[in-house]
């Protein structure tokens, strides 16, 4: 007599799944019959081809599958180079080699972009550090009892947990993150610190970082104390300065200079704005901004003193790049970054570019240009895009730098019956993630 089959006196929700895909959002993918119905299961942590067992919760749409254990690992699993990443919301796709990686993100961008133009050839670009890549953090602080923890989000959860070690964080920023909790010792509440680097060195050991802290209400003197003992002259690893809001307040407490830096693509150093928007990777962002201004540069090539508009400009990681190609302005909303991106330009000699503190979603785009540059947040740019399609005369070239392949494919098809592709691009900024960045240069038809 041959022995029942062990699933069978299991509760209903443990289950053995075949993980068919990945879905855009990082989460394996199977599809099972449940009560007569096929249903998707998303899993967390599960690899393309893995056999896993998971406690499957069929209440959400799609269900959602808890990894138990992986009886058969799929051509693409590998051992993760980070002990945390199941239980860490930072990384999704450890467990996926970097090859497999750059595959599924292509598969996810030809599946976003508008039907007649997937078969447009897409380059990939691959970062040159898959680990120890992230110059810039954000940690969580839980402060109570006199003791506190520093730590990631667990997935899908605001609880911060306790790492040992990151291992995507670049050596400078991962030493000032281990340096954090005992400087909130007897702290109470909890926070969010920001952890990015100071001004370029030429040794980059020697390199200092910078805290950006936001504080749920009142923190002892006893931590401003410890954060001001903790400066150190440029030359040595160490804080550079430190900006700390607390509460309700609305300027912050300043210690030494917090002002952030990253190497700009023209080789010179790019100031940025304290608690705005940093690309995660100096390293990756020197690559795409590179990108950025070559793709620029060849689609105004023929066109002496051209019109450019640049929205979600930032601190001027591109408008640098942008600004000697003609005529510039840069739009973007947060006033701290706009300051940051003037100095940039005048730091260059290229105060003659406009920047201008406003919401790009509302920006009028003037009656002639020739280039317009879009880097939005993760929301995208819907009603930008909505406008360029409703003008008479829409900017010759597009170039959209995109972080979130769901919105980038929503413009992308409110564009295209203006456009077409010039140019499609994948950077691998983000390894070990599902995030992908993209750069799109479009070219009007008609
Ligand atoms: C993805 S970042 C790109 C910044 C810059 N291109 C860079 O590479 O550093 C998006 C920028 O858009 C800004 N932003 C977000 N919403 C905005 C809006 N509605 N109007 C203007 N700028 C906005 C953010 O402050 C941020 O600086």
Not at 29 to 36: E, N, P, R, S
């Amino acid at each position: 007599m041959s022995r029942p089959r062990k699933e069978k006196s299991r509760p209903s929700n443990d289950m053995t799944l075949e993980i068919a895909e990945v879905a855009p959002g990082g989460d394996g993918v199977a599809i099972v019959t449940h009560q007569g119905e096929r249903r998707a299961v998303f899993v967390r942590g599960a690899a393309p081809g893995d056999r896993i067992e998971a406690r499957v919760d069929f209440g959400p749409r799609p269900a959602r599958g808890q990894l138990r254990n992986v009886v058969g690992a799929g051509v693409d699993r590998v051992e993760p180079a980070c002990p945390h990443t199941m239980r860490c919301g930072g990384c999704n796709w450890m467990q996926i080699a970097n090859d497999a990686q750059t595959r599924i993100h292509l598969e996810h961008l030809r599946a976003a972009l508008p039907e007649a133009w997937r078969e447009h050839p897409v380059e990939s670009v691959r970062a040159t550090s898959a680990l120890r890549y992230r110059t810039r953090a954000r940690v969580h602080v839980r402060a109570s009892g006199g003791r506190a923890i520093v730590g990631m989000h667990a997935p899908s959860s605001h609880e911060p947990i306790e790492v040992d070690a990151c291992t995507v964080l670049h050596p400078t920023i991962e030493r000032a993150r281990l340096e954090l909790e005992p400087r909130f010792e007897r702290a109470h509440g909890t926070g969010d610190v920001e952890i990015a680097l100071g001004p370029p060195v030429e040794n980059d050991d020697e390199r200092g970082h910078v805290l950006s802290v936001r504080w749920s209400g009142a923190l002892p003197g006893e931590v401003y104390a410890r954060f001001e003992r903790a400066l150190t002259p440029t030359g040595e690893t160490g804080l550079r300065g430190a900006s700390i809001v607390c509460g309700e307040a609305t300027r912050p407490a300043v210690i030494g200079d917090p002002t952030p830096w990253m190497a700009g693509a023209d080789g010179s150093p790019l100031q940025l704005a304290v608690g705005g928007f940093a690309q995660a990777s100096e390293e990756g962002n020197l690559l795409l901004a590179r990108r950025v201004g070559e793709l620029a540069a060849s689609a105004l090539s023929s066109v002496p003193n051209a019109h450019i508009v640049e929205l979600y400009a930032g601190a001027g990681n591109f408008t640098v790049l942008l600004a000697p190609h003609g005529q510039l302005v840069a739009v973007e909303s947060h006033a701290g970054a706009c300051r940051a991106a003037q100095a940039n330009l005048s730091a260059r000699g290229l105060a003659g570019a406009k920047v201008v503190e406003a919401d790009a979603s509302t920006y009028a785009l003037p009656k002639a240009l020739h280039l317009l540059v879009l880097d939005p947040p993760r929301t995208g740019a819907r009603a930008v895009c909505e406008q360029v399609a409703g003008l008479r005369n829409p900017p010759r070239f597009l170039l959209y730098v995109s972080c979130d392949l769901a919105t980038l494919g929503r413009d992308l098809h409110t564009l295209s019956p203006l456009y077409r592709p010039h140019t499609l691009e994948a950077f691998e900024l983000f390894p070990q993630t599902s995030h992908l960045e993209t750069v799109v240069l479009l070219e009007r038809v008609r």
